[in-house]
């Protein structure tokens, strides 16, 4: 189970409202290398991994891949609220507001809705981190073209931490993935 | 209902705002050192860090759920009202 802690992992300060960044965002809230294609990822994968230090770094980094999703979700509600319908469709959100209105939806930054066909689990130790391995490596480099997009030092200094995580969440799966290797030998000569 | 009034961005009083972002540090360290023994188990001095740390943590959560009402959810609440839908969520605060 869950416990639900009322507070983000890392603050979200947002200078102004900027819907053409929020709809950048978007990439990260339901794009193919989303906080929640991570999420469910490893929270997917982790019941048929072999090793318990796997099992804990899937449950451990999927249930904070959660609190990065909810990151996301509180940049684009804060650039995005109360902004008026000739301003949402300049920005390239009239597809949206006709769809969601201001709600959010999981797709990503051109609109397409979020999909488990982005994420696989192979039942294979070996193919599962190495996925998991890439997809912090994708996820980084669409947290470098982000930052790219923004002059706003707020949205920077959050994008920043996030890209960060993923490094340190590649460095991990990295790590589980060398005692997999370690563990499968073991078991090939006893 | 018109979409400006439901927008509401909370300014916390400044000393739970402190507060509130002195959890948010020690949790992060917890959450990095919680990663870090995962594929370190018997790092003894890391250990030692995430009990210290884990420790501070819930030290100041108890801190903030006594003046401020429940910040995770299934704890202890002593007063007489339901306060865990009476403060800002994660997303209506106005962090600075
Ligand atoms: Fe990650």
Redesign the interface.
């Known amino acids: 189970m869950w416990v639900y802690e009322k507070r983000l992992e890392y603050p979200v300060r947002v200078e102004r409202t900027d819907l053409r960044m929020a709809k950048y965002l978007f990439a990260q809230y339901g794009g193919p290398d989303s906080e929640l294609s991570a999420a469910v990822r490893y929270l997917n994968q982790r019941y048929t991994i072999p090793t318990n230090r796997a099992k804990g770094l899937l449950t451990d980094i999927g249930t904070e891949e959660m609190a990065h999703w909810e990151i996301i979700g509180t940049m684009i509600y804060k650039l995005t609220q109360g902004a008026p319908v000739e301003e949402l469709e300049k920005a390239g959100l009239g597809a949206h507001f006709v769809e969601h209105d201001r709600a959010l939806f999981p797709h990503d930054a051109a609109g397409v809705p979020w999909t488990a066909a982005y994420i696989q689990a192979h039942g294979d130790p070996i193919a599962d981190l190495h996925e998991d391995m890439a997809s912090e490596q994708k996820a980084r480099v669409t947290y470098e073209h982000l930052i790219r997009m923004t002059d706003d030092p707020g949205i920077i200094d959050t994008l920043r931490f996030l890209r960060e995580r993923e490094v340190v969440h590649f460095q991990r799966f990295g790590e589980a993935l060398n005692y997999v290797h370690e563990y499968m030998e073991s078991r090939k000569y006893y | 209902m018109s979409?400006?009034q439901m927008?509401r961005?909370a300014q916390l009083p400044k000393e739970q705002y402190d507060l509130?972002?002195e959890?948010?540090q020690v949790?992060?360290v917890v959450?990095?050192l919680?990663?870090?023994l995962?594929?370190?188990?018997n790092d003894r001095q890391a250990l030692r860090l995430y009990n210290e740390s884990a420790m501070c943590y819930h030290r100041l959560i108890m801190e903030y759920q006594r003046k401020y009402g429940?910040?995770?959810?299934?704890s202890p609440d002593g007063t007489e009202e339901w306060r865990?839908i009476g403060?800002p969520?994660?997303?209506e605060i106005n962090?600075?």
């Open positions: 979409h400006r927008h961005q509130l972002r959890i948010m949790g992060f959450v990095e919680q990663l870090y995962d594929t370190h188990p429940m910040l995770m959810a299934h865990w403060s969520w994660p997303w962090y600075r």
